[in-house]
């Protein structure tokens, strides 16, 4: 069974005007209180222009 996760997702830049390129960025920390709350890896999506 897999572990609860929170995922945390910020833009940059933020705020963002329409048609400007946008950076989302996603980290996954493990949610269970008998883990340590350290970051995973986290990725980048940016969409093509």
Known sequence: MASP???LVTA????A???QSVTLTATV???A???PRAPSP???AA???
């Not at 940059?12 to 705020?15: D, K, M, Q, S, V």
């Open 5 to 7: 996760t929170v995922t």
């Open 42 to 44: 986290s990725w980048s």
């Open 12 to 15: 940059a830049p933020n705020p």
């Open 29 to 31: 920390i493990p949610s």
């Open 17 to 19: 005007v329409a048609g």
């Open 33 to 35: 209180p008998e883990r």
């Open 47 to 49: 969409a093509p222009r």
